[in-house]
Each structure stands twice: as C-alpha cells, then as structure tokens.
C-alpha cells in the first residue's frame, strides 16, 4: 500500500506538470486572469509567499489525487478515460463545490468562460497523463 501511495504521488506530481502546461498556456492565450491555484492560497493563506504557496498547494494536491488514485486501482492503473473522468471529478468537485464555498473564485458557471475551458482542459490532460504514468509504473514492477 505504502508503494502503491508513493508511487501514486510522483504520478501526480508529473500530471501536475503536465496540466501546469495547458494552464500556462491559457495564459498566454489570455484566457486565464489571475491563476486559481493563487487565488485559492490566498484565500486559505494569505498574500504571504502567495505564489510559491500557491504552486507547493497546487502540486501536493495532485501528487495526493494521484496517490488517491493509485491506491483505489491497488497499483494495477487505470485505462486513460478512467483517469480523464477522475480529472473531470476532481474538476467539478473543486470548481463547482470547495472553491466556490471558500470564497476564492465564483462556482465554474459563473466565471470567466475562457478560464473554465483552459480549466477543463487541464484536468483531462491530468487525469489521462495520470492515468498513464500509473499504467507505466504498474508495468515496469509486474
């Protein structure tokens, strides 16, 4: 259990990654406004160390819904539309249930709509990047 959990959180901290791209990304594009993991240390936080807050949050949460993730599949993994449907129910759960209620940004129908798409788009690539890397470390100790 205590490999499945380990191996579960370095997945998710490379999916983390992976969706911190299609985050950026939307950035560029000016889609994003201010980025939600900031918002949401802050409001939890502070505006002390908001932005290394902000990113330290943003990854031990993915690295947990990975190891979540890797311990619910006993360490066999996940195809990759289970993990995107996990992205997508960490998606809805966050943007239309915790962050709203902590007061950090409005429920996802009532944001920006460019935001909630980059948003969406980075949980699938989440989910599926995460999906994968449990496949692949599943693999590598069969």
Same mark, same amino acid.
């Given at each position: 259990?205590?490999?499945n959990?380990?191996?579960?959180?370095?997945?998710?901290?490379?999916?983390?990654?992976?969706?911190?791209?299609?985050?950026?990304? #939307?950035?560029?594009?000016g889609l994003? *406004?201010e980025?939600?993991?900031?918002?949401v240390?802050?409001?939890?936080?502070?505006?002390?160390?908001?932005?290394?807050?902000?990113?330290?949050?943003?990854?031990?949460?993915?690295?947990?819904?990975?190891?979540?993730?890797?311990?619910?599949?006993? #360490?066999?993994?996940v195809?990759?539309?289970?993990?995107? *449907?996990y992205?997508?129910?960490?998606?809805?759960?966050?943007?239309?249930?915790?962050?709203?209620?902590? #007061?950090?940004?409005?429920?996802?129908?009532?944001?920006?709509?460019?935001?909630?798409?980059?948003?969406?788009?980075?949980?699938?690539?989440? *989910?599926?990047?995460l999906?994968?890397?449990?496949?692949?470390?599943?693999?590598?100790?069969?």
């Open positions: 259990m205590i490999r959990l380990l191996r579960g959180a370095a997945a998710g901290g490379m999916a983390t990654t992976a969706m911190s791209t299609v985050m950026l990304a #939307g950035d560029k594009l994003m *406004g980025q939600p993991p900031k918002r240390a802050r409001r939890l936080f502070g505006r002390q160390g908001e932005t290394p807050v902000a990113i330290a949050s943003h990854f031990g949460f993915g690295a947990a819904g990975g190891a979540l993730l890797s311990t619910l599949s006993r #360490g066999h993994g195809p990759t539309w289970l993990g995107a *449907g992205g997508m129910a960490i998606w809805l759960a966050s943007y239309q249930g915790w962050v709203p209620a902590i #007061g950090a940004m409005p429920p996802a129908h009532r944001d920006r709509p460019g935001r909630q798409a980059v948003m969406i788009a980075a949980h699938l690539v989440y *989910g599926a990047t999906a994968r890397s449990l496949r692949s470390a599943a693999r590598s100790t069969s």
